[in-house]
RNA sequence: GGGGUGUUAGCUCAGCUGGUUCAGAGCACCUGCCUUACAAGCAGGGGGUCACUGGUUCGAAUCCAGUACGCCCCA
């Protein structure tokens, strides 16, 4: 091992993450004498590479992962990515272009071929690189959702659901991907703030026989719309009854323009009188209110727009064109007609599609759909009554609020890459639901009475499942929860413990995965799901790819090492809070490594002189006070989830009492040796401040835990036992609190009168206050840099002065003292003590207090009184003495 | 428009059941130090009207109401 000033982690990581798998410290059976923990990761996506999120979610799940392995659970996380159809099958596609092969020359088996390949190949290089982040997770549970199991299960699923009625088949309107040539869940689309152009176009009105207005001259209504090009697909116009403007229109028809065709003029409330012309056109095939207008007034629906978002035939203009090439030339048409009476700009949001980018064509379509009603309420329930808790619990009302406006989920997406919907078409049109060819062949036979029918005979829907639709059963099939449902593992893992994820996916992903949870197993999923928050730059802005504001997780590893890039992320990420993330915050986690690491280069140089005695009794008495209270503190964030505050807590502790001040109350004068005493407490404190580092910090800890001493072969720090809560002894804490208080103003005075550190200095105390300095004398000088301490009675001339814990402190000055500078100093602490003072006294002396507020708080403030007097006392003595 | 959530130091955020010198932490900043584990460090220090206005209370950053501004979700 090199023993420079720097910690050097790279070898180290490559060496401990090597060694941890080879003893198989994170493989993990279902042993009856051990309680489970059981995390099962949020899959990523098998295309993805590790960015700045993943890196935040999978420390938070190793960090909980390995403190319960040491607290004597069996730890058991289990990795997996998803197949995310949509993804995937975008960069296949992307692959054959390079190769000059078009998706639409392949057969569906050659496509698949094509995109196994590709998942070999690419897949799952997310997993790799979450290895170097040191994720103790168990690789030989590895899944994937489209493996043959998970998809058994899927199917399973979907033909269980569809024989409970709660999968059907509708007519739904859809966010339709023309690019990607799909379905898109409300999820998969991104609203995006867009200036619109709002177009005014006139509407003839058709003269009826009786008609008297306007003689000879057509008359006009001028209808606003933002999609001109789908006037062709119009059924209505409509406006609101109470409008004005319009009632002389009630119960006519109106002509397309261009088009010619005639359509009526409907009335309804909804319509807003001042939005746009108080006009509207009604096109229920292309808009989702259009089509709720549509079937309220029976109206029929004119579909012209192709999968790929170019007209058909129905438009009978501009068929074969792209919707907005159609736009453009009927806007110029229009104005040639002179039927555009004005374009306006206006602000709207614009539907895209996540994964393509285009722009979201509201469509009808014919889809696969899961109702959610029945499912939603155990799910919401759990939440609710907290039988899963939500950390933080604001998003409680949040996952509510959803559930209560939930509506059914459609599950068909129009794609390849997924398990196949286990729909069997017969020649007539109708079909059966199952699990397998023969099983449909079966079904179709007896339920249509023909025994002659063939597997040629039925045709299985071409569309397949919504990735979610795999990823709802995760905590269940990962463990073969649907192949079998009574296995060892299941019984044994499920429930699992926690689930640690984003707020973003809470609804789509955790709340299905709650209802699969209930509805399969009749038990949750998890019991905890702590939600990270989004991982931001400087500026805000999340990080992406696209953006090219995220810095390459595996540079900052190997620039700053796993450990430093793990605390460092951590620092300030509450949980449910987002994270700014800044490259400061990882290098203080390096140099928190770092910190450590010099510690135990300290400790380490140390030669023991064994006829020494111990002169560091406090010391030690002091510090096991302190971890154990520090650790109770610590114990409480986990409890709670409070991982970061946790970290907190374990830095200050290293960092401040450990290295700050314990080691330096205790480290021998420049190579003298030790005694024995003081160094066999201080390496079993620095095994207790590792071990609660480990679950932080794994790599550094496990090199520092073998240095530190000799181990036997399966002593690792990562199946270390986690420390357990000890009492502590308050008094000594608050007492080395005051003792510190008086080292900090020695040192202050030192600052503030430029005397250098190695110049040592005298200390007389005056003592007036309880606190019984004599065992703390020793620490005093090392820390303070005294030569001698003296007891005195009488205030001391010619010194500088500070009261501490109600006693009077004196650090003589050979001569010059600045007599008006010092009176100034203290006037000022006396102004502040009195003030102080008056207000602790005004509230005593107020009945209504002293009778309403509990023994202790009064009892509190009477000691701030006696304090506050016995402190000006000191200070007033002290000016009199000047 | 409906719902949620937030506003505390220059920045990012804690502050739990109203009560300790409660106004905190980390970072940043200032001053002095290459002191013998660590300059990726040590020691010391400055910095806030707890968004605003009212209310409840002996007592409010904390509870309640309203206002302003921000963010998120849904329409």
Redesign the pocket.
């Known amino acids: 091992m090199s023993t420079g000033?720097?910690?050097n982690p790279k070898e180290i990581e490559n060496k401990w993450y090597g060694s941890w798998l080879e003893h198989g410290f994170f493989r993990s059976k279902p042993n009856p004498k051990k309680e489970p923990y059981t995390i099962v990761i949020p899959p990523p996506n098998v295309t993805g590479v590790l960015h700045m999120g993943h890196m935040l979610n999978n420390t938070i799940q190793d960090i909980l992962v390995r403190r319960a392995r040491m607290r004597g659970k069996e730890a058991c996380w289990v990795p997996g990515t998803d197949h995310a159809s949509i993804a995937t099958e975008a960069k296949v596609v992307a692959m054959l272009q390079e190769r000059g092969i078009q998706k639409s020359d392949l057969t569906r088996e050659e496509f698949l071929e094509y995109a196994w390949e590709w998942k070999e190949k690419y897949g799952g290089i997310i997993l790799e690189q979450l290895k170097k982040l040191g994720a103790s997770c168990d690789w030989d549970r590895t899944r994937f959702t489209m493996e043959e199991d998970l998809s058994a299960a899927v199917i399973e699923v979907f033909v269980d659901l569809y024989r409970k009625g709660q999968i059907y088949r509708g007519v739904r309107m859809v966010n339709w991907d023309p690019k990607g040539g799909t379905a898109l869940s409300?999820?998969e689309v991104i609203p995006k703030d867009t200036m619109a152009k709002m177009y005014h176009l006139r509407y003839e009105v058709v003269r009826d026989v009786d008609d008297v207005l306007n003689e000879g001259v057509p008359a006009y209504i001028t209808v606003a719309t933002s999609r001109p090009e789908t006037i062709m697909a119009d059924v209505a116009v409509a406006v609101n009854p109470n409008d004005e403007r319009y009632k002389h229109l009630h119960g006519k028809k109106v002509r397309i323009p261009l088009l010619g065709r005639a359509i009526p003029v409907i009335l309804d409330e909804y319509v807003s009188i001042d939005f746009g012309t108080g006009a509207l056109k009604v096109t229920p095939a292309h808009d989702l209110n259009d089509y709720e207008l549509g079937l309220k007034h029976n109206l029929p629906i004119i579909d012209i727009l192709n999968d790929d978002g170019s007209l058909n035939e129905k438009a009978q203009l501009y068929v074969g064109q792209d919707r907005f090439a159609a736009r453009r030339n009927i806007v110029k048409d229009l104005e040639e007609a002179e039927l555009l009476v004005k374009i306006e700009e206006y602000a709207s949001?614009l539907q895209t599609s996540e994964r393509t980018g285009a722009v979201i064509e509201p469509r009808l379509s014919l889809q696969w759909f899961c109702k959610m009603d029945a499912m939603a309420k155990p799910a919401m329930e759990a939440v609710m009554e907290d039988e899963i808790k939500l950390h933080p619990p604001?998003f409680k009302?949040?996952y509510r609020?959803?559930m209560e406006?939930i509506?059914d989920w459609c599950i068909s997406r129009q794609l390849w890459w997924g398990q196949r919907i286990p729909a069997y078409y017969l020649p007539d049109g109708s079909y059966v639901v199952a699990c397998s060819t023969e099983e449909a062949l079966e079904l179709a036979r007896h339920e249509s009475g023909n025994a002659d029918l063939q597997a040629e005979d039925l045709r299985q829907d071409e569309d397949v499942l919504d990735t979610w639709f795999s990823s709802w059963l995760w905590p269940i099939s990962v463990f073969d929860g649907f192949k079998d449902p009574d296995n060892k593992d299941i019984q044994y893992y499920y429930p699992t413990n926690d689930l640690v994820t984003a707020p973003?996916i809470l609804f789509f992903w955790v709340a299905r995965m709650i209802m699969a949870g209930y509805e399969f197993r009749n038990e949750p999923p998890f019991r905890n799901v702590y939600l990270t928050g989004i991982v931001r730059d400087a500026q805000g802005r999340k990080m992406s790819k696209s953006l090219g504001n995220s810095p390459d997780p595996l540079d900052l590893i190997e620039k700053y090492g796993a450990d430093g890039v793990r605390t460092g992320m951590l620092?300030?990420s509450?949980a449910g809070?987002?994270?700014?993330f800044d490259e400061?915050l990882i290098?203080?986690g390096?140099?928190f490594?770092?910190?450590i690491w010099?510690?135990f280069?300290?400790i380490k140089?140390w030669e023991v002189d064994e006829t020494l005695p111990c002169p560091n009794e406090t010391a030690i008495r002091w510090f096991e006070s302190r971890f154990n209270a520090a650790f109770v503190q610590i114990e409480?964030h986990f409890s709670?989830y409070r991982i970061s505050?946790a970290l907190?807590s374990v830095?200050?502790l290293v960092?401040?009492d450990f290295?700050?001040n314990y080691?330096?109350m205790i480290?021998p004068?420049?190579?003298q040796p030790i005694d024995k005493e003081t160094l066999k407490a201080t390496v079993g404190f620095m095994e207790q401040v590792l071990k609660v580092l480990h679950p932080f910090m794994p790599f550094l800890t496990e090199e520092l835990w073998h240095e530190l001493k000799e181990r036997k072969e399966l002593e690792y720090i990562i199946v270390a036992s986690w420390p357990k809560k000890d009492r502590f002894n308050k008094e000594i804490i608050d007492q080395m609190e005051s003792v510190l208080k008086v080292?900090?103003a020695i040192?202050?005075v030192?600052?503030?009168k430029?005397i250098p550190?190695?110049k040592s200095l005298d200390l007389s105390v005056k003592q007036m206050g309880q606190l019984d300095y004599a065992p703390f004398l020793g620490i005093i000088r090392k820390l303070g840099n005294i030569s001698e301490i003296s007891l005195v009675q009488e205030s001391v001339e010619g010194a500088i002065s500070f009261v501490e814990a109600g006693d009077e402190f004196f650090i003589p000055m050979e001569g010059n003292i600045d007599v008006a500078a010092e009176r100034e100093r203290l006037l000022k602490e006396l102004e502040?003590?009195q003030g102080?003072l008056n207000s602790?006294t005004k509230?005593l002396s107020?009945e209504?207090?002293v009778k309403?507020?509990?023994e202790a708080?009064i009892a509190?403030?009477r000691k701030?009184q006696a304090?506050?007097e016995a402190?000006i006392k000191a200070l007033e003595q002290s000016l009199a003495a000047l």
Do not use: H, I
Request: proline share 1%.
């Open positions: 000033t720097k910690y409300d999820e949001v604001k009302n949040m609020s959803w406006n509506r973003e620092f300030s509450q809070n987002d994270l700014f400061k290098e203080q390096r140099n490594s770092n910190k010099n510690a280069r300290l140089g409480d709670k505050d907190l830095y200050k960092w401040d290295c700050s080691l330096e480290k004068t420049y190579q080292v900090a040192r202050n030192r600052n503030s430029n550190n190695n502040y003590t102080f602790v509230k107020n209504r207090f309403g507020a509990p708080v509190n403030e701030k304090d506050a402190k």
